[in-house]
Protein backbone atom coordinates (compact mmCIF):
# COMPACT_ATOMS: atom_id res chain seq x y z
CA UNK A 1 0.00 0.00 0.00
CA UNK A 2 0.93 3.56 -0.73
CA UNK A 3 3.99 2.71 -2.74
CA UNK A 4 2.93 3.85 -5.98
CA UNK A 5 3.75 7.06 -7.17
CA UNK A 6 0.72 8.64 -8.09
CA UNK A 7 -0.80 8.78 -5.26
CA UNK A 8 -3.63 11.69 -6.48
CA UNK A 9 -5.18 8.88 -8.62
CA UNK A 10 -6.57 7.05 -6.02
CA UNK A 11 -9.80 7.73 -4.83
CA UNK A 12 -9.43 9.14 -1.12
CA UNK A 13 -12.08 9.38 1.48
CA UNK A 14 -11.80 10.77 5.17
CA UNK A 15 -12.18 6.70 6.21
CA UNK A 16 -9.66 5.70 3.53
CA UNK A 17 -6.80 5.99 5.95
CA UNK A 18 -8.30 2.75 7.93
CA UNK A 19 -6.57 0.29 5.21
CA UNK A 20 -3.17 1.90 6.20
CA UNK A 21 -1.11 1.30 8.54
CA UNK A 22 -2.37 3.71 11.33
CA UNK A 23 0.68 4.11 14.23
CA UNK A 24 -0.45 5.20 17.51
CA UNK A 25 -3.79 4.99 17.48
CA UNK A 26 -5.72 4.07 20.69
CA UNK A 27 -6.50 0.28 21.57
CA UNK A 28 -10.45 0.41 22.32
CA UNK A 29 -11.40 -2.19 24.25
CA UNK A 30 -14.91 -1.68 22.83
CA UNK A 31 -14.60 -0.80 18.89
CA UNK A 32 -18.30 -0.14 18.40
CA UNK A 33 -18.39 2.39 21.31
CA UNK A 34 -15.30 4.39 19.48
CA UNK A 35 -17.38 3.96 16.10
CA UNK A 36 -20.46 5.80 17.96
CA UNK A 37 -18.46 8.53 19.64
CA UNK A 38 -17.45 9.16 15.54
CA UNK A 39 -20.87 9.72 14.65
CA UNK A 40 -21.85 11.46 17.32
CA UNK A 41 -19.06 14.37 16.88
CA UNK A 42 -19.48 14.36 13.34
CA UNK A 43 -23.22 15.85 13.76
CA UNK A 44 -21.34 18.41 16.23
CA UNK A 45 -20.70 22.16 14.29
CA UNK A 46 -17.02 22.29 13.61
CA UNK A 47 -14.78 24.22 15.37
CA UNK A 48 -12.91 26.17 12.59
CA UNK A 49 -14.48 27.85 9.47
CA UNK A 50 -13.37 27.37 5.36
CA UNK A 51 -12.30 30.91 5.31
CA UNK A 52 -10.57 30.85 8.45
CA UNK A 53 -8.56 28.34 6.86
CA UNK A 54 -8.40 29.83 3.34
CA UNK A 55 -6.69 33.12 5.08
CA UNK A 56 -4.09 31.36 7.23
CA UNK A 57 -2.86 29.19 3.65
CA UNK A 58 -2.65 33.06 1.93
CA UNK A 59 -0.57 34.26 5.09
CA UNK A 60 1.57 30.69 4.70
CA UNK A 61 2.03 31.34 1.22
CA UNK A 62 3.18 34.91 2.37
CA UNK A 63 5.78 33.23 5.08
CA UNK A 64 6.85 30.92 1.77
CA UNK A 65 8.12 33.80 -0.13
CA UNK A 66 9.72 35.58 3.47
CA UNK A 67 7.30 38.31 3.50
CA UNK A 68 5.87 36.99 6.82
CA UNK A 69 7.30 35.00 9.77
CA UNK A 70 5.24 31.93 11.12
CA UNK A 71 5.20 31.69 15.24
CA UNK A 72 3.71 28.62 16.46
CA UNK A 73 4.10 27.94 20.23
CA UNK A 74 2.04 26.22 23.55
CA UNK A 75 1.96 23.19 25.40
CA UNK A 76 3.71 20.04 24.59
CA UNK A 77 0.06 18.69 25.59
CA UNK A 78 -3.24 20.58 26.78
CA UNK A 79 -4.74 18.94 29.72
CA UNK A 80 -8.51 18.82 30.47
CA UNK A 81 -7.75 19.79 33.88
CA UNK A 82 -6.36 22.99 32.91
CA UNK A 83 -8.72 24.10 30.41
CA UNK A 84 -9.14 27.47 32.50
CA UNK A 85 -9.21 31.08 31.62
CA UNK A 86 -5.72 31.80 33.49
CA UNK A 87 -3.84 29.37 31.84
CA UNK A 88 -5.54 30.19 28.24
CA UNK A 89 -5.43 33.85 28.13
CA UNK A 90 -1.72 33.42 29.66
CA UNK A 91 -0.48 31.57 26.75
CA UNK A 92 -2.20 33.87 24.62
CA UNK A 93 -0.26 36.49 26.69
CA UNK A 94 3.04 35.32 25.75
CA UNK A 95 2.64 35.03 22.27
CA UNK A 96 1.29 38.38 21.97
CA UNK A 97 4.30 39.52 23.54
CA UNK A 98 6.60 37.41 21.43
CA UNK A 99 5.00 38.97 18.15
CA UNK A 100 5.44 41.93 19.33
CA UNK A 101 9.01 41.63 19.76
CA UNK A 102 9.67 39.60 16.41
CA UNK A 103 7.42 42.47 14.44
CA UNK A 104 9.68 44.89 16.03
CA UNK A 105 12.90 43.01 14.81
CA UNK A 106 11.91 41.45 11.74
CA UNK A 107 9.32 44.19 10.09
CA UNK A 108 7.65 41.31 8.53
CA UNK A 109 3.84 40.34 10.02
CA UNK A 110 3.69 37.85 12.68
CA UNK A 111 1.30 34.64 11.68
CA UNK A 112 0.36 33.10 15.24
CA UNK A 113 -0.35 30.01 15.73
CA UNK A 114 -1.39 28.29 18.96
CA UNK A 115 -0.35 24.58 19.47
CA UNK A 116 -3.99 24.35 21.31
CA UNK A 117 -7.80 23.93 21.41
CA UNK A 118 -6.83 20.68 20.47
CA UNK A 119 -3.28 19.22 21.36
CA UNK A 120 -4.51 16.78 23.30
CA UNK A 121 -2.50 13.43 22.08
CA UNK A 122 0.93 12.57 22.52
CA UNK A 123 2.85 10.06 20.66
CA UNK A 124 4.56 7.46 22.85
CA UNK A 125 8.16 5.81 22.15
CA UNK A 126 6.64 2.31 23.74
CA UNK A 127 3.13 1.20 23.64
CA UNK A 128 3.32 0.36 27.23
CA UNK A 129 4.70 1.46 30.75
CA UNK A 130 6.11 -1.14 33.62
CA UNK A 131 6.32 0.54 36.74
CA UNK A 132 7.10 -1.61 39.60
CA UNK A 133 6.75 -5.06 38.17
CA UNK A 134 3.02 -3.61 36.61
CA UNK A 135 2.73 -3.08 33.19
CA UNK A 136 -0.22 -1.02 31.60
CA UNK A 137 -1.12 1.44 28.14
CA UNK A 138 1.18 4.17 27.85
CA UNK A 139 -0.32 7.47 28.56
CA UNK A 140 -1.44 8.94 25.10
CA UNK A 141 -2.64 12.28 26.19
CA UNK A 142 -6.33 13.35 28.00
CA UNK A 143 -7.80 12.55 24.46
CA UNK A 144 -6.76 8.92 25.15
CA UNK A 145 -6.40 8.08 28.27
CA UNK A 146 -5.79 9.16 31.61
CA UNK A 147 -2.25 10.38 33.50
CA UNK A 148 -2.79 7.80 36.86
CA UNK A 149 -1.26 4.35 36.83
CA UNK A 150 -4.19 2.56 37.62
CA UNK A 151 -5.65 0.20 34.52
CA UNK A 152 -9.42 2.01 34.88
CA UNK A 153 -7.09 5.27 34.21
CA UNK A 154 -4.80 3.99 31.75
CA UNK A 155 -7.14 1.87 29.51
CA UNK A 156 -8.60 3.78 26.21
CA UNK A 157 -12.01 5.31 26.97
CA UNK A 158 -13.92 6.89 23.27
CA UNK A 159 -15.75 9.64 25.33
CA UNK A 160 -12.34 11.31 25.78
CA UNK A 161 -12.91 12.39 22.04
CA UNK A 162 -16.28 14.10 22.88
CA UNK A 163 -14.77 15.89 26.17
CA UNK A 164 -11.38 16.82 24.11
CA UNK A 165 -13.74 18.41 21.08
CA UNK A 166 -15.73 19.76 23.59
CA UNK A 167 -12.53 21.34 25.64
CA UNK A 168 -11.10 22.76 22.86
CA UNK A 169 -14.72 24.39 21.32
CA UNK A 170 -14.55 25.98 25.26
CA UNK A 171 -10.78 27.23 24.67
CA UNK A 172 -11.77 28.45 21.53
CA UNK A 173 -14.62 30.29 22.61
CA UNK A 174 -12.56 31.99 25.10
CA UNK A 175 -10.04 32.71 22.79
CA UNK A 176 -12.77 34.47 20.00
CA UNK A 177 -14.29 36.35 22.93
CA UNK A 178 -10.95 37.51 24.06
CA UNK A 179 -9.76 38.41 20.43
CA UNK A 180 -13.38 40.59 19.60
CA UNK A 181 -13.32 42.18 22.91
CA UNK A 182 -9.94 43.95 22.12
CA UNK A 183 -7.32 41.60 24.09
CA UNK A 184 -5.09 41.70 21.02
CA UNK A 185 -5.46 45.45 20.45
CA UNK A 186 -1.61 46.60 19.69
CA UNK A 187 -2.82 50.14 21.61
CA UNK A 188 -3.18 48.46 24.28
CA UNK A 189 -0.07 45.95 25.04
CA UNK A 190 -0.63 46.49 28.87
CA UNK A 191 -3.29 44.15 28.70
CA UNK A 192 -0.85 40.93 28.06
CA UNK A 193 1.66 41.74 30.80
CA UNK A 194 2.05 39.10 32.81
CA UNK A 195 2.40 39.26 36.97
CA UNK A 196 6.01 38.93 36.97
CA UNK A 197 6.89 41.14 34.10
CA UNK A 198 8.25 43.34 35.86
CA UNK A 199 10.74 41.45 37.99
CA UNK A 200 12.07 40.55 35.02
CA UNK A 201 15.85 41.08 33.54
CA UNK A 202 14.34 41.09 30.14
CA UNK A 203 11.57 43.86 31.50
CA UNK A 204 13.19 46.78 30.27
CA UNK A 205 14.23 45.88 26.63
CA UNK A 206 10.94 44.42 26.21
CA UNK A 207 8.98 48.01 27.65
CA UNK A 208 11.51 49.91 24.45
CA UNK A 209 10.06 47.80 22.38
CA UNK A 210 6.68 48.15 23.70
CA UNK A 211 7.27 52.28 23.59
CA UNK A 212 9.02 52.39 20.20
CA UNK A 213 5.67 50.33 18.72
CA UNK A 214 3.36 52.47 20.83
CA UNK A 215 4.36 55.85 19.37
CA UNK A 216 5.13 54.14 15.54
CA UNK A 217 1.07 53.74 15.71
CA UNK A 218 0.37 57.34 17.07
CA UNK A 219 2.58 58.52 14.68
CA UNK A 220 0.88 56.77 11.85
CA UNK A 221 -2.55 57.59 13.40
CA UNK A 222 -1.91 61.40 13.21
CA UNK A 223 -0.45 61.24 9.41
CA UNK A 224 -3.79 59.27 8.68
CA UNK A 225 -6.33 61.05 11.24
CA UNK A 226 -7.92 58.11 12.30
CA UNK A 227 -7.49 54.76 14.03
CA UNK A 228 -5.42 51.98 12.09
CA UNK A 229 -8.04 49.38 11.80
CA UNK A 230 -5.66 46.64 10.68
CA UNK A 231 -3.95 46.79 14.03
CA UNK A 232 -6.46 46.93 16.47
CA UNK A 233 -6.80 43.56 16.14
CA UNK A 234 -4.96 40.37 14.96
CA UNK A 235 -5.81 36.66 14.90
CA UNK A 236 -4.93 33.65 16.28
CA UNK A 237 -5.28 30.43 14.36
CA UNK A 238 -4.79 26.74 15.90
CA UNK A 239 -3.07 23.78 15.24
CA UNK A 240 -2.66 20.40 16.99
CA UNK A 241 -0.75 17.28 15.79
CA UNK A 242 -3.65 15.28 13.89
CA UNK A 243 -2.59 11.80 15.59
CA UNK A 244 -6.20 10.06 16.50
CA UNK A 245 -7.18 9.38 12.99
CA UNK A 246 -10.75 8.63 14.15
CA UNK A 247 -11.42 12.48 15.72
CA UNK A 248 -9.91 14.21 12.71
CA UNK A 249 -12.00 12.17 10.51
CA UNK A 250 -15.17 12.84 12.49
CA UNK A 251 -14.61 17.01 11.67
CA UNK A 252 -13.36 16.46 7.96
CA UNK A 253 -16.40 17.66 6.06
CA UNK A 254 -17.23 19.16 2.77
CA UNK A 255 -18.62 22.75 2.43
CA UNK A 256 -20.97 24.53 0.53
CA UNK A 257 -19.30 26.62 -2.08
CA UNK A 258 -16.20 24.99 -1.87
CA UNK A 259 -14.36 22.43 -3.48
CA UNK A 260 -12.75 19.53 -1.39
CA UNK A 261 -12.51 18.20 2.38
CA UNK A 262 -11.29 20.46 5.29
CA UNK A 263 -10.83 18.81 8.48
CA UNK A 264 -13.00 21.77 10.19
CA UNK A 265 -10.79 20.34 13.95
CA UNK A 266 -8.24 22.92 13.13
CA UNK A 267 -6.62 25.30 10.98
CA UNK A 268 -3.77 23.52 10.85
CA UNK A 269 -2.48 19.93 11.66
CA UNK A 270 0.51 18.81 11.32
CA UNK A 271 2.11 14.80 10.85
CA UNK A 272 4.21 13.71 13.59
CA UNK A 273 7.70 12.69 12.62
CA UNK A 274 6.98 8.97 13.86
CA UNK A 275 3.75 8.50 11.65
CA UNK A 276 5.24 10.22 8.45
CA UNK A 277 6.15 6.85 7.08
CA UNK A 278 5.66 5.40 3.26
CA UNK A 279 2.57 3.15 4.36
CA UNK A 280 0.90 5.38 6.94
CA UNK A 281 -2.41 5.84 7.40
CA UNK A 282 -1.87 9.83 8.88
CA UNK A 283 -0.21 10.65 5.17
CA UNK A 284 -3.09 9.49 3.48
CA UNK A 285 -5.93 11.45 5.52
CA UNK A 286 -3.69 13.89 4.96
CA UNK A 287 -3.30 13.94 1.46
CA UNK A 288 -6.76 14.68 0.73
CA UNK A 289 -7.66 17.60 3.28
CA UNK A 290 -7.07 20.72 1.89
CA UNK A 291 -5.84 22.40 4.88
CA UNK A 292 -2.31 23.76 5.16
CA UNK A 293 -0.84 21.46 6.83
CA UNK A 294 2.95 20.91 8.64
CA UNK A 295 5.01 17.93 8.45
CA UNK A 296 7.54 17.02 11.34
CA UNK A 297 10.91 16.73 9.63
CA UNK A 298 13.50 14.92 11.58
CA UNK A 299 17.54 13.91 11.25
CA UNK A 300 16.14 10.81 9.89
CA UNK A 301 14.08 11.66 7.13
CA UNK A 302 15.79 10.73 4.20
CA UNK A 303 15.97 13.29 0.86
CA UNK A 304 14.16 11.26 -1.02
CA UNK A 305 11.46 10.31 1.25
CA UNK A 306 10.71 14.03 1.65
CA UNK A 307 9.95 14.62 -2.02
CA UNK A 308 7.71 11.40 -1.73
CA UNK A 309 6.09 12.88 1.03
CA UNK A 310 5.48 16.56 -1.06
CA UNK A 311 4.57 14.91 -4.16
CA UNK A 312 1.89 12.81 -2.08
CA UNK A 313 0.79 15.55 -0.07
CA UNK A 314 0.93 18.63 -2.28
CA UNK A 315 0.72 17.23 -5.95
CA UNK A 316 -0.36 20.57 -7.04
CA UNK A 317 2.12 22.31 -5.67
CA UNK A 318 0.42 24.71 -3.68
CA UNK A 319 2.51 27.58 -1.79
CA UNK A 320 0.89 27.84 1.61
CA UNK A 321 -0.18 24.46 1.47
CA UNK A 322 2.80 22.51 3.32
CA UNK A 323 5.09 23.86 6.15
CA UNK A 324 8.24 21.53 6.94
CA UNK A 325 8.94 21.90 10.44
CA UNK A 326 12.70 21.01 10.85
CA UNK A 327 12.98 19.33 14.40
CA UNK A 328 16.76 17.69 14.54
CA UNK A 329 18.91 18.83 17.52
CA UNK A 330 21.67 20.90 17.62
CA UNK A 331 23.85 18.24 17.47
CA UNK A 332 22.29 16.79 14.17
CA UNK A 333 20.93 19.91 12.18
CA UNK A 334 23.95 20.23 10.18
CA UNK A 335 24.72 17.08 9.20
CA UNK A 336 20.56 16.30 8.05
CA UNK A 337 19.22 19.75 7.21
CA UNK A 338 21.80 21.00 3.86
CA UNK A 339 20.52 17.75 2.32
CA UNK A 340 17.10 17.94 2.72
CA UNK A 341 16.78 21.58 1.75
CA UNK A 342 18.68 20.65 -1.87
CA UNK A 343 16.16 17.71 -2.37
CA UNK A 344 13.21 19.75 -1.85
CA UNK A 345 14.69 22.84 -3.75
CA UNK A 346 15.34 19.97 -6.66
CA UNK A 347 11.74 18.85 -6.49
CA UNK A 348 10.40 22.43 -7.10
CA UNK A 349 8.21 22.54 -4.21
CA UNK A 350 7.69 25.88 -2.46
CA UNK A 351 7.25 25.32 1.67
CA UNK A 352 7.61 27.02 4.44
CA UNK A 353 10.43 26.05 6.23
CA UNK A 354 9.94 26.13 9.91
CA UNK A 355 12.48 25.09 12.73
CA UNK A 356 11.38 23.00 15.48
CA UNK A 357 14.15 23.67 18.03
CA UNK A 358 12.79 21.92 20.78
CA UNK A 359 11.89 17.87 19.83
CA UNK A 360 15.56 17.14 18.68
CA UNK A 361 17.30 18.66 21.86
CA UNK A 362 15.26 16.77 24.77
CA UNK A 363 17.46 15.28 27.45
CA UNK A 364 17.60 12.98 30.64
CA UNK A 365 19.25 14.39 33.42
CA UNK A 366 20.35 13.43 37.04
CA UNK A 367 20.13 16.66 39.26
CA UNK A 368 23.16 16.28 41.93
CA UNK A 369 21.23 18.03 44.26
CA UNK A 370 17.84 19.46 45.50
CA UNK A 371 14.61 17.92 46.04
CA UNK A 372 15.01 15.46 42.88
CA UNK A 373 18.71 14.53 43.15
CA UNK A 374 19.43 11.42 42.04
CA UNK A 375 16.18 11.21 40.04
CA UNK A 376 15.92 11.28 36.44
CA UNK A 377 14.14 14.16 35.30
CA UNK A 378 13.44 15.52 30.89
CA UNK A 379 14.57 18.49 30.47
CA UNK A 380 16.01 20.98 27.46
CA UNK A 381 18.74 23.61 27.42
CA UNK A 382 18.32 26.93 26.33
CA UNK A 383 21.47 27.07 24.31
CA UNK A 384 20.78 23.89 22.80
CA UNK A 385 17.48 25.02 21.69
CA UNK A 386 19.10 28.45 20.46
CA UNK A 387 22.51 26.36 18.68
CA UNK A 388 19.65 24.79 16.80
CA UNK A 389 18.09 28.28 15.86
CA UNK A 390 21.39 29.69 15.11
CA UNK A 391 22.70 27.32 12.91
CA UNK A 392 18.57 26.94 10.90
CA UNK A 393 19.25 30.67 10.19
CA UNK A 394 22.64 30.07 8.78
CA UNK A 395 22.09 26.99 6.93
CA UNK A 396 19.19 28.53 5.10
CA UNK A 397 21.01 31.59 4.54
CA UNK A 398 23.56 29.46 2.66
CA UNK A 399 20.83 27.77 0.75
CA UNK A 400 19.32 30.30 -0.44
CA UNK A 401 15.69 29.49 1.22
CA UNK A 402 14.44 31.31 4.64
CA UNK A 403 13.44 30.14 7.70
CA UNK A 404 9.95 31.46 7.86
CA UNK A 405 9.23 30.51 10.99
CA UNK A 406 9.58 29.00 14.65
CA UNK A 407 7.81 26.06 16.41
CA UNK A 408 8.14 26.23 20.64
CA UNK A 409 7.04 24.18 23.31
CA UNK A 410 6.42 27.30 25.93
CA UNK A 411 3.77 28.29 28.65
CA UNK A 412 2.75 32.02 30.04
CA UNK A 413 3.85 30.32 33.57
CA UNK A 414 6.81 30.69 35.48
CA UNK A 415 7.44 26.62 35.42
CA UNK A 416 11.11 24.97 35.51
CA UNK A 417 11.47 23.03 33.09
CA UNK A 418 13.97 23.62 30.40
CA UNK A 419 17.64 24.97 32.06
CA UNK A 420 19.66 27.99 31.00
CA UNK A 421 17.92 31.60 29.86
CA UNK A 422 18.63 34.98 31.03
CA UNK A 423 17.91 33.96 34.66
CA UNK A 424 20.30 31.04 34.69
CA UNK A 425 18.23 27.97 35.91
CA UNK A 426 19.81 25.48 36.15
CA UNK A 427 18.94 21.06 37.23
CA UNK A 428 18.48 22.09 40.77
CA UNK A 429 16.07 24.90 40.19
CA UNK A 430 13.79 22.05 38.31
CA UNK A 431 12.15 20.58 40.64
CA UNK A 432 10.36 24.26 41.69
CA UNK A 433 7.90 24.45 39.50
CA UNK A 434 8.04 21.61 36.78
CA UNK A 435 4.30 20.49 35.94
CA UNK A 436 4.71 19.25 32.28
CA UNK A 437 3.11 16.00 32.28
CA UNK A 438 5.20 15.34 29.15
CA UNK A 439 7.78 17.42 27.43
CA UNK A 440 9.43 20.45 29.45
CA UNK A 441 8.48 23.93 27.98
CA UNK A 442 10.15 27.35 27.98
CA UNK A 443 8.99 29.28 30.53
CA UNK A 444 7.30 32.88 30.13
CA UNK A 445 11.19 34.85 30.34
CA UNK A 446 12.67 32.18 28.71
CA UNK A 447 9.96 32.14 25.40
CA UNK A 448 10.22 36.17 25.34
CA UNK A 449 13.97 35.98 25.23
CA UNK A 450 14.09 33.16 22.49
CA UNK A 451 12.09 36.11 20.26
CA UNK A 452 14.59 38.94 21.24
CA UNK A 453 17.35 36.49 19.74
CA UNK A 454 15.56 35.42 17.00
CA UNK A 455 14.59 39.30 16.50
CA UNK A 456 17.99 40.58 16.75
CA UNK A 457 19.10 37.53 14.33
CA UNK A 458 16.73 38.78 11.74
CA UNK A 459 17.51 42.08 12.15
CA UNK A 460 21.02 41.95 11.69
CA UNK A 461 20.94 39.76 8.92
CA UNK A 462 18.03 41.72 6.68
C1 LIG B 1 5.41 17.29 19.30
O1 LIG B 1 5.42 18.26 18.52
O2 LIG B 1 4.94 17.34 20.46
C2 LIG B 1 6.05 16.02 18.86
C3 LIG B 1 5.79 14.87 19.43
O3 LIG B 1 6.93 16.23 17.88
P1 LIG B 1 7.71 15.20 16.90
O4 LIG B 1 6.66 14.48 16.12
O5 LIG B 1 8.51 16.17 16.06
O6 LIG B 1 8.55 14.34 17.76
CO1 LIG C 1 6.44 17.73 22.65
Given at each position: MGSD?DASARPWSPASWRSFRA??Q ?12 L ?203 G??LL?EQA?TRQ ?5 GW?D ?7 I???T??RDSAHVEYFRGIV ?21 TL?P ?147
Open positions: AEQPDYPDAAAAESVRQISKLPPLVTSGEIEALRGQLAEAARGERFLLQGGDCAESFDECDSAHIASVLKILLQMSLVLVHGTRRRIIRVGRFAGQYAKPRTSPIETRDGSTLPAYRGDIVNRIGFTPAERTPDPTNLLRGYERSALTLNFIRALVDGGFADLHHPEYWDLDFVRHSPLAQDYRRIVDSIGSSIRFLEALAGQEIAQINRDDFYTSHELIYQVPRREYLSTHFPWGVRATNPIGVKVGPDTAPEHLVWLLEDKREVGRITLIHRHGAHRIAKALPAQIEAVKRSGHTVVWSCDPMHGNTESVVPSEGPWAGKTVKTRKFAHILAELEQAFEIHRQAGTVLGGVHLELTGENVTECVGGARGLSEVDLSRSYRSQVDPRLNYEQALEMAMLIARRMSSRD
